[in-house]
C-alpha cells in the first residue's frame, strides 16, 4: 500500500505507482545528501512547492543540518554559510529550474564541473531533474504540506504516495 498524503485534487500513488515509483528511483542518486537536500530545497523554494518544502527540511533537519542554513538558503549568494561546492550546486539547480534561453550558462556549469567529478556532477543534474519533476506533480495535485515525517519513504521503499 502507498505512503498518501492529503492533496486537494487526487491521490497520485494510487492510480500511477509505476511512473511514481520509476521517478522515486530515478532521483535516488548517490549525491552527498546534504547537498542533495539542499537542492531539492532551494528548487522547491524557486517553484512554490510548499509539500516539497515541508519534506526536504524535515528530512534535512533530522541528518544534522543547522536550522540557520535552512533559513539563509534564499540568499545562499550572500551568506557565508556555504562552501564552494554547495554554491556550484546551488547556482546549477537555479539555473536548470529557470532554464533561460540558450540553457545553463557556461560559467555555472564550468563552476560545477571544478566542484564535482564526473559521477558526482550527473548525480547532482539528476537531482535537480527529478525534484523539479517532484515539484511539478505536487503544486497540480495540490499536495498538502505538514503530514510528511522524516525518513518516510526511506522507512517503505514501495510508498510512493505524494513523494516529493
Known amino acids: 500500500m502507498a505512503q498518501e498524503y492529503?492533496?486537494?485534487?487526487?491521490?497520485?500513488?494510487?492510480?500511477?505507482?509505476?511512473?511514481?515509483?520509476?521517478?522515486?528511483?530515478?532521483?535516488?542518486?548517490?549525491?552527498?545528501?546534504?547537498?542533495?537536500?539542499?537542492?531539492?530545497?532551494?528548487?522547491?523554494?524557486m517553484n512554490g512547492c510548499a509539500f516539497c518544502l515541508d519534506m526536504h527540511s524535515k528530512d534535512a533537519r533530522a541528518i544534522g543540518e543547522e536550522e540557520s542554513r535552512l533559513h539563509l538558503l534564499p540568499a545562499w549568494r550572500e551568506s557565508p554559510a556555504y562552501n564552494d561546492r554547495e554554491r556550484a550546486a546551488l547556482a546549477l539547480t537555479e539555473a536548470v529550474t529557470v532554464l533561460e534561453r540558450g540553457g545553463v550558462p557556461d560559467a555555472v556549469w564550468d563552476e560545477a564541473e571544478a566542484r564535482f567529478d564526473e559521477e558526482e556532477l550527473a548525480a547532482l543534474v539528476i537531482k535537480i531533474a527529478a525534484i523539479n519533476t517532484w515539484n511539478r506533480l505536487q503544486i497540480t495535485i495540490k499536495a498538502e504540506p505538514g503530514h510528511y515525517q522524516p525518513g518516510d519513504f526511506e522507512r517503505a521503499p514501495e510508498s510512493v504516495g505524494a513523494k516529493a
Open 6 to 45: 492529503p492533496a486537494g485534487r487526487m491521490q497520485l500513488g494510487g492510480l500511477a505507482p509505476r511512473q511514481l515509483g520509476a521517478l522515486q528511483r530515478f532521483g535516488a542518486t548517490e549525491l552527498d545528501p546534504t547537498i542533495g537536500h539542499l537542492v531539492e530545497m532551494r528548487a522547491s523554494q
